[in-house]
């Protein structure tokens, strides 16, 4: 009588693809006003992550002053989409980007709850949109973590109001 062997194959069952979780910046509140209207002056740019500095020019809208060199209807500030709503909220809100979700009313944000998320990075961050002395002039508030300081090193960012812990 002989033995007949079989090899059964065995499955092997692997955990799907890791999707790392989006980061929900909901710490203190920092308020940037652009001091001058040249976008290409590192003052002049909110430099939020390595991937998005936000900016304008004396015309125009926000723009990406790390990806683009000015305003770009319907597209601009490229790596960032809006929404209006709560940050608690990010995950469920209707985003767009920036030019249609003011509805090309720039002023229409003024004062609005919103949520920006700064697509590459995957970051969600609380923004308002505050009149400054005119309108022309708008602060964006913006609210960042503290331990977030740019450090060529650290790869990190220092605010001219939090310096960089060493």
């Given at each position: 009588?002989?033995?007949?062997?079989?090899?059964?194959?065995?499955l092997?069952?692997?955990?799907?693809?890791?999707?790392?979780?989006?980061?929900?910046?909901?710490?203190?509140?920092?308020?940037?006003?652009?001091?001058?209207?040249?976008p290409?002056?590192?003052?002049?740019?909110?430099?939020?992550?390595?991937?998005?500095?936000?900016t304008?020019?004396?015309?125009?809208?926000?723009?990406?002053?790390?990806?683009?060199?000015?305003?770009?209807?319907?597209?601009?500030?490229?790596?960032?989409?809006?929404?209006?709503?709560?940050?608690?909220?990010?995950?469920?809100?209707?985003?767009?980007?920036w030019?249609?979700?003011?509805?090309?009313?720039?002023?229409?944000?003024?004062g609005?709850?919103?949520?920006?998320?700064l697509i590459?990075?995957?970051?969600?961050?609380?923004?308002?949109?505050?009149p400054?002395?005119?309108?022309?002039?708008?602060s964006?508030?913006?609210?960042?973590?503290?331990?977030?300081?740019?450090?060529?090193?650290?790869?990190?960012?220092?605010?001219?109001?939090?310096?960089?812990?060493?």
């Amino acid at each position: 009588m002989s033995v007949k062997w079989f090899v059964v194959p065995a499955l092997w069952i692997l955990p799907g693809p890791v999707i790392p979780a989006a980061t929900v910046w909901d710490g203190p509140i920092l308020s940037y006003t652009q001091p001058g209207r040249d976008p290409t002056q590192p003052a002049n740019q909110d430099r939020l992550t390595p991937e998005v500095w936000l900016t304008r020019a004396s015309s125009a809208g926000l723009f990406n002053a790390r990806a683009e060199s000015s305003f770009i209807r319907g597209s601009s500030p490229t790596g960032t989409e809006w929404a209006y709503g709560q940050l608690s909220d990010y995950s469920t809100l209707s985003y767009r980007n920036w030019e249609a979700w003011h509805g090309n009313n720039p002023p229409s944000s003024l004062g609005r709850d919103a949520v920006l998320h700064l697509i590459s990075e995957d970051i969600y961050l609380r923004s308002a949109s505050i009149p400054g002395a005119a309108l022309a002039a708008v602060s964006l508030t913006i609210v960042r973590p503290r331990e977030w300081c740019l450090n060529p090193v650290r790869r990190c960012y220092c605010w001219p109001d939090w310096p960089c812990s060493p």
